[in-house]
């Protein structure tokens, strides 16, 4: 048994110089737990089996043997161990190296740096050669002491930091903002500090422009006259309005938030709504798009709409822009009536350039040709030749001046007007009536004055010479009739109160009716007149903001003129402003 006895210690002495490296190795509280449990197991296995045998009267057991098996399981056990602190350890280095974060180890008192990982070079600039043996203040790597000691305080109470923000300096000198967490562990036996390092500088930039952004564009927003309005998808719940929305809506921005759009009933029709968000979906752009809105006193007005898809704590929603273009709609609408009523007035010129070059020059031949003759006629003596053509030179004559005065007259209409005033519509046709007495004598036309006819605000002169007109046009027009009559009445149509001149004359052929009111136009050449009383007619009642038109049912049926006029004044009350708000007219 003496080759087993000196194997058992051999194995024992083995056993008590591993536990020994391995406590020089891992020197930690475990090292000495295990130094001292195999040492214990290696030196006194017999013993232990003697005094056990001893107290249980056993004389079977051998110490030598079982020492030895004790011995030969000392070493898997010892390898075991050795191996799970090894594995451990490489798991911890290959973290250590591959952390994107900045790793550090260093004395807990003087924060000597002891290891560092490749992220700390990257972040710092300080390569592992710089860094191991000095001190953070060495590499005058704190910004702030006070970062510092805050930093030292927090260890030396708690034993821990998590996710404390700090700024360090970098190799270059450029400052960075850091999150740094750290803990007390046991390297080598000895208590060191670990630390990771996070660089959030970047983050902290993108976090500022975000909030100066934010702050940009919600002072634009509050500047903005449009409305500016995010509401959620599909619902269209209003998360923000501006003060824009105000100023357009009606409502204030703490009327509308929370609140739907179809409550507000902003949307004329709500399914406007639903394509415009279809065709963000789809990738279609929303730019300047018209759309009428009603305000909260529920007027109907004109928006340009813009509109975009936006994100709201990562649910969708509607951001819209709307400009209230009303007026500027009115304006362009009636730029463009100004434009087509100055066609009109171009197409009038043309004709009247036209008309004026041939209605002047007739008399003008006309006299050219008789003064002929009156010389002929003085110089053979005959002077009841002479007599008949100077008739004929004063007739001539009369109708240029009459039709140059009419001219003049037509010229004046809009621009020389009379104190605007409320007048008898009944006052105004009896009047009229008296001023062509003597042709309604001559062709005994019975004419028949309705009493009920309305107030007109206007211009007096002017407004007589529309009825003169009128009746005058109807006497000379009236044919050969057994009972001609001309009735001035009035009657309601829809929302008109409709003045009418009805005579039972020659009628006018539908396919002419539009032309009667055209300067120069004269159906007929064979009855007296120039062509510019129509077109007198409605030049005044267009200044006063009417509207005349003429009803026949074709030629023997007789003919209506209707006419009317608003019940409240629209044109100019003095002749000032006649003279500034009137510019319409034909040149003298």
């Known amino acids: 048994m003496h080759w087993i006895v000196i194997l058992s210690f051999v194995l024992r002495a083995a056993a008590t110089v591993w536990s020994l490296v391995l406590l020089y190795r891992w020197r930690d509280a475990r090292a000495w737990i295990l130094t001292i449990l195999l040492m214990t197991l290696t030196t006194h296995p017999a013993l232990v089996l003697a005094a056990y045998r001893g107290s249980k009267g056993l004389t079977a057991i051998a110490p030598e043997p079982v020492a030895l098996m004790v011995s030969l399981l000392i070493f898997p056990a010892i390898y075991l161990l050795e191996r799970n602190r090894s594995d451990t350890e490489a798991l911890f280095q290959k973290a250590f190296r591959a952390s994107p974060d900045a790793v550090t180890v260093t004395s807990l008192k003087e924060g000597r740096f002891l290891e560092i990982n490749e992220s700390f070079r990257r972040i710092t600039g300080y390569s592992r050669a710089e860094t191991i043996g000095n001190t953070s203040a060495d590499l005058k790597l704190w910004v702030n002491s006070e970062d510092r000691n805050r930093l030292r305080k927090a260890i030396d109470t708690e034993g821990t930091v998590t996710n404390q923000e700090l700024t360090f300096r970098r190799r270059s000198g450029e400052h960075m903002v850091c999150l740094v967490s750290a803990d007390v562990i046991d390297f080598a036996g000895k208590p060191r500090l670990l630390m990771t390092v996070r660089d959030i500088t970047e983050y902290r930039r993108a976090e500022e422009a975000l909030r100066v952004s934010e702050a940009n564009f919600a ?307 064979r009855i007296d007149g120039t062509g510019v009383g129509l077109a007198l007619v409605k030049r005044i009642v267009e200044v006063h903001g009417g509207r005349v038109w003429v009803e026949s049912e074709g030629k023997g049926c007789g003919s209506t003129f209707c006419l009317v006029l608003p019940p409240e004044p629209t044109g100019p009350t003095s002749v000032n402003d006649a003279q500034d708000l009137q510019s319409e007219s034909l040149p003298t």
């Open 219 to 525: 002072a634009a927003t509050r500047a903005s006259p449009d409305a500016m309005v995010i509401s959620t998808l599909p619902e269209g719940r209003i998360l923000l309005a501006n003060q824009g929305f105000h100023r357009v809506t009606g409502y204030r921005p703490e009327e509308a938030i929370g609140r739907l759009s179809s409550e507000l009933n902003l949307w004329i029709d709500i399914g406007e709504r639903d394509a415009l968000i279809r065709k963000l979906k789809d990738g279609h752009e929303i730019h300047e798009r018209e759309a009428p809105f009603r305000t909260k006193a529920g007027e109907i007005r004109s928006g340009s709409m813009s509109a975009t898809l936006v994100k709201i704590e990562g649910r969708p929603g509607l951001l819209a822009i709307v400009r209230d273009v009303t007026e500027r709609k009115r304006v362009e609408e009636e730029r463009a009536e100004m434009f087509r009523e100055l066609e009109a007035k171009n197409a009038e010129l043309e004709r009247y350039a036209y008309t004026l070059s041939h209605d002047l020059k007739s008399p003008l031949v006309t006299i050219r040709g008789f003064l002929g003759l009156l010389e002929r006629d003085l110089a053979a003596g005959d002077a009841e030749r002479v007599a008949r053509d100077l008739a004929r030179v004063d007739s001539a004559a009369a109708t240029m001046s009459r039709l140059v005065d009419e001219l003049l007259e037509l010229s004046r209409i809009g621009r020389v007007v009379h104190t605007y005033e409320s007048v008898s519509c009944f006052e105004l046709v009896e009047n009229a009536v008296e001023l062509v007495a003597g042709q309604i004598r001559d062709c005994r036309v019975h004419v028949e004055v309705s009493p009920d006819l309305p107030n007109l605000f206007g211009d007096r002169v002017r407004l007589l010479e529309v009825f003169q007109n009128l009746i005058d046009n109807a006497v000379k027009f009236m044919g050969d009739q057994d009972q001609p009559h001309i009735e001035v009445g009035l009657e309601t149509r829809g929302d008109d109160n409709v003045i009418f001149v009805k005579d039972n004359g020659i009628g006018i052929d539908p396919r002419y009716q539009e032309r009667v009111f055209g300067l120069f136009d004269r159906l007929d050449t």
